[in-house]
């Protein structure tokens, strides 16, 4: 009995010890498992930690910020690697633009230096009779048209050159007294002088008296001689017309010098002188150049078309020059007070029609560029004097700078459009704003368009928007003057001008259809 005691002891005790290693095993192993998983996690937190020290961007929306490769949520490009510390942090307000992104967006920059600025002026206008060379026909005496020499108007006369045939009673009394005072001249010349010098003050010549004297015959009829060489661009007159004296028969151009008269915007009579020369050509003669000087300037602005005429004479040889042709011509003025001024490209500057603004690139190599607002002077066909807010030597971005803006505009920082800047919208709409206008329209330009009205400036600017690639279009009824903001890639500035002029109004380059024209509204006529 007693060994059988012993042994149930000895096997209970042993399932104790069992049960505290099997305890021991159990209990002791999760402590371990969970020191290693801690050591693993710890592990992953410190290679998360590695993969977030690499920013992956935007090369276009440079405000998306990724921790891995990927496409860009607003544009589905390819992001690329941002090297966070590359960029300086001591300006908040400059924009950072990677290489990758500066050569997408092709922002190109150049240096800004100092010139002795030319500007062209371009004006349009019409070949005009000199008004010197204007003569009229006139009877000097009265009378009836007998005879009509010359019978259509255009018809080429020349000096000395009969012109019509007049019967006149009192020419037929004043012959009379002629042969009378020629039987007595040698015993009263007072007389005989008397008789001639009438009929000189009837415009016959010498010849004509004497040989109506030698004759010793009545002429019923005196011959209209022409007074000048020249072109009939008037008949008043028709067979069997009573005329008085005084009475205008015909008028005669002389077409050996014309004038072109040239019409001159208030914007451009400042850069207009007389002795300047304009370079011109005429619509009906092309590859044909012509030159003169500038000889008048109107002091009188016409009230209806706001322009001053310039004139330039000219010799007409051959006679090619004909009234009425359209002519274009380029005045090329030096602006002796911007001489030594700074000069940029156009497509440098961004117009919001309150501010002008540039982008300065940072010395150095990379891509990194400051908002500066600038004065302007006068425009010089493809580029700006510049009168205030940038210095010699400095670089500006000169293509592309539609481009940083819309980067400085993503970022929230100052912009063509936002002055102080603001937080950055979201990428998603952000994207639907821009991805379309902000991008694309990288160029800038402005040129005369015709019109007088409100009804004019939404025809104007309906017509340049209709066209591909054009993000605005801002004309003005004070100075005739389109701005716009446009895609060169998808459209130039000769396309706008074709398109507007088929609308009814004149650009610098190109005119309006007349029958286009000629169906605007009574207030839209800017040709009168």
């Known amino acids: 009995m007693n060994k059988l005691l012993s042994n149930q002891y000895v096997r209970g005790g042993l399932f104790v010890v069992i049960g505290l290693f099997i305890g021991w095993v159990v209990f002791h192993s999760p402590e371990k498992a969970e020191e290693g998983h801690n050591h693993a996690t710890e592990e992953h937190n410190h290679a998360a930690e590695a993969g977030k020290a690499e920013v992956w961007t935007c090369s276009m929306h440079p405000n998306i910020r990724m921790e891995e490769p990927g496409k860009c949520p607003i544009c589905a490009m390819d992001l690329i690697l941002l090297n966070s510390g590359s960029s300086p942090q001591s300006d908040a307000m400059a924009i950072h633009l990677t290489k990758e992104a500066a050569q997408l967006a092709n922002v190109q920059t150049s240096v800004v230096s100092r010139q002795n600025p030319e500007k062209e002026v ?36 020349r000096k000395g050159q009969k ?29 005989y002088e008397a008789a001639k010098e009438k009929l000189r003050q009837w415009k016959l010549s010498d010849g004509q008296i004497l040989a109506i004297e030698n004759s010793h015959n009545i002429q019923p009829n005196i011959d209209i001689e022409a007074t000048t060489s020249g072109i009939v ?26 004038w072109i008269l040239f019409d001159a915007y208030e914007s451009d009579l400042p850069f207009l002188k007389n002795g300047d020369q304009i370079d011109f050509t005429i619509q009906a003669l092309p590859g044909t150049p012509f030159s003169g000087k500038v000889k008048f300037i109107d002091p009188v602005i016409d ?79 493809e580029s700006y004097v510049i009168t205030e807010g940038l210095s010699d030597g400095e670089e500006i971005v000169t293509q592309g700078a539609f481009s940083v803006d819309a980067a400085a505009q993503l970022e ?67 100075t005739k003057l389109l701005h716009l903001n446009f895609d060169g890639g998808k459209t130039n500035v000769d396309n706008i001008q074709k398109v507007i002029a ?7 380059k190109f005119k309006a259809p007349d029958n286009v024209y000629n169906e605007l509204p009574e207030c839209c006529l800017y040709r009168k």
């Open 233 to 258: 661009t008037a008949r008043r007159i028709n067979m069997g017309d009573y005329v008085s004296q005084g009475s205008v028969l015909f008028e005669v151009s002389d077409l050996s010098r014309v």
């Open 412 to 478: 929230g920082k100052p912009s063509m459009m936002n002055q102080e800047g603001n937080v950055a919208s979201t990428g998603h709409n952000h994207g639907e704003m821009s991805s379309d206008q902000s991008a694309g329209a990288s160029d800038h330009a402005q040129f005369k368009v015709s019109g007088n009205c409100e009804m004019c400036k939404e025809r104007i600017e309906t017509a340049a928007k209709s066209v591909s690639g054009v993000a605005s279009a801002e004309w003005s009824s004070e």
């Open 122 to 157: 371009r004006l349009y206008g019409k070949v005009q009779a000199d008004e010197r060379l204007l003569q009229n026909q006139v009877a000097h005496i009265s009378g009836r048209v007998e005879k009509l020499l010359v019978n259509f108007t255009g018809e080429p006369v």
């Open 303 to 381: 009230p209806v078309n706001r322009v001053a005429k310039v004139r330039v004479e000219i010799g007409n040889p051959g006679g090619k020059l004909k009234p009425e042709m359209f002519a274009t011509g380029i005045v090329k003025s030096n602006l002796a007070e911007y001489k030594d001024k700074l000069v940029i490209p156009a497509s440098a500057v961004l117009w919001t029609g309150k501010r002008s603004v540039v982008y300065v690139k940072q010395a150095g190599d990379e891509a990194i560029f400051h908002l500066r607002e600038i004065e302007l002077g006068p425009k010089l066909g």
């Open 502 to 508: 088929k609308a009814g109004h004149d650009t610098e």
């Open 163 to 191: 012109l019509a045939a007049i019967y006149s009673p009192e020419l037929v009394t004043a012959q009379q007294e002629l042969l009378e005072a020629s039987k007595t001249k040698q015993s009263q010349p007072e007389i």
